[in-house]
């Protein structure tokens, strides 16, 4: 369990099954990712396999769950593009019930941290369809940097879109988090 002030970020569990089908499945959440689920037991069988690839040491995923409750808002997902995670690759989506709160940057924070100094991640790569503005500046406001187009990289609905590929690197990361502590006034 990865603790915020507002949430906390937890392992999937079946019985999250129905809130995430709730929350990633409209049109506005899903319309910039690889179709999710579209039926309970889907999600079902995805939190059995997410599980699995953890045990497994391929992946990690955590559901986003607001403090004082105990139902998933969404998910954030890091896996390995190389063995022992040097590169990863992390992904994430949240019900637009819960855009705009602070609520996207705390939990990525949280899974930046932790990919970086329990994880062993050096970079972490993302990639956000090029019509995401929302997408796109979460990732840019996190200090990620912008590294190149993927040119009709993603299929959805029979038509191919662009990506951005955005990259955070461990040194990078530990500098952010560094400036944003103010130091201590002492007279």
Known sequence: MLAGSAL????LRIDDAAS???????EEVS????????????????????????????????????????????IFQVHALESGFGTAEWGFALGSAYWGNGMFLESARLVLDFAF???GVRRLEARAAAANGRGNGALRKLGAVQEG??????QRHGQY?????????????RLRRLS??????TH
Do not use: K
Request: net charge negative; proline share 6%.
């Open 31 to 74: 319309r910039f990712l690889s179709p999710p689920p579209s039926t309970l037991e889907g999600f079902e069988r995805f939190i059995a396999w997410a599980r699995r690839e953890r045990v497994a040491g391929n992946y990690a995923c955590f559901a986003v769950v607001p403090a004082g409750t105990d139902t998933a808002i969404g």
């Open 180 to 185: 944003e502590v103010e130091p201590a006034i």
């Open 117 to 119: 100094e329990v994880m």
């Open 8 to 11: 906390n970020l937890r392992e």
């Open 149 to 154: 187009l993927l040119r009709r990289a993603f």
């Open 161 to 173: 879109h662009d990506q951005v590929l955005w990259a955070v690197l461990a040194d990078e990361w």
């Open 20 to 26: 995430l089908l709730a929350m990633l499945t409209t």
